[in-house]
């Protein structure tokens, strides 16, 4: 274990190995002192510092970190890079929204400069935040794409991204067209897809912004190529569900748009389904398609609240999302919090394990990532990062009530956000760290 190519780190640890049951703790895999070692960007092994004193570890070649949790980074199942700026737009709900905030701002786009600085922006944000992989919608502009993979490959960070498609309804300057739009996502397909820790993802904004040309393109894209993803929107709001059944009258209803060019599947995430018919919601568990839960942006835009009871019981594929910038926070953290209330408000419940299983190895499998990251798993790669569990007065003084690590880890999702997450790595290298608690620079007068 003397070999230069392998790191120790000595914490508090907790990952899952499934599906977490709070009765009986299984699923659960949690250190009160572990150490994690990491060889070559990878997961060698994890276990508890008594095993590893017993195997003959030298405890003094870990990086030690005994205030803080240790654990996989999160992932974000739907997140748009190019709306960081729309964040904390006041006053819409979505097709308003969309019209006067976010189509004005994605027009930035077109300038290549501009959307370089973005990706790199972004991505910083994700780091700061403790995201390590996320599912990220582009902009039109193909070189929005190109500028994206290209600060993702830089950083070495698993990402799935692609191409905004639309070709309709929406400011002329925005739009691409059929060939256009098929053209661009070859050439980025075969440019990125399974490049690096990179993979491709359709991505048609939603029903109402594509022609039917245009889906019956993005559909045949799906066929041509293995291991694509598809992502776009469904079923957010009454009146954009409304225009859907205007604008495609043929078809049974919303999902059926997308049903009816092939778009369905288990490498398909539609971002919200708030508003499903029973119908709707049995395709997409027969098809194994996955929704992305987006609850602070459901809260502000006024969407409406997720029924993830109804959602679980039919057997849909569920992940958590920002949905930065209708999402107000890129902190999964907070976004669980949001989640715990939108259950709540339904008599629904979120323990703090199932939430962090979610934001962690639930959005892996979701994403059918999980070969790659999600948990520490032997052989994965090693995207972590350390938690800060009292970075305020606050936090500070609620942890010192805690009495056991599901009320430890419920205040961490209840009152955390991105002031907790102190390291973030990517396969093993730092990435991302805060220098000193935030309490430590704050100062009360007497
Ligand atoms: N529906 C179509 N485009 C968007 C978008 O950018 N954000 C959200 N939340 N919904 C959409
Ligand atoms: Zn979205």
Redesign the pocket.
Known sequence: MSSQDISAFRARILHFTDVPDPATGRGVDYYEDGVLLVEHGRVKSIASVETMIEQGFDLAQCQYFPEHLLMPGFIDSHI?YA?TDVIASYGEQ?LD??NDY?FPT?LQFADKGFAAQAADQFLKLLLENGTTSAMV?TTVFAQSTEAFFKAAAKRNLRMIAGKVMMDRNAPETLLDTPETSERDCRALIEGWHHTKRLHYALTP??A??SSPVQLKITGQLYRDYPGLYMQ??LS??PQ?IAWVKSLYPDATDYLDVYDRFGLLGQRSIF??GLHLSDREVARLAQTQSGIAF?PT?NLF?G?GLLDVQRLEDAGVRLSIAT?V???TSFSLLRTLAEAYKVLQLQGQNLHPLKGLYMATLGNARALQLDAYVGNFAPGKEADFILLDLAPTLLQQNRQQKTTDLNETLFALMMLGDEQNIARTYVMGKLAFRRSSRAQGDLQWME
Request: glycine share 14%; aromatic share 12%.
């Open positions: 748009h709306q979505l929204w969309l976010t994605e919608y904004r939603f109402p912004t776009t929107h957010e709001n954009e971002g919200h987006c942006s835009l969407s949905d910038g209708g999402g």
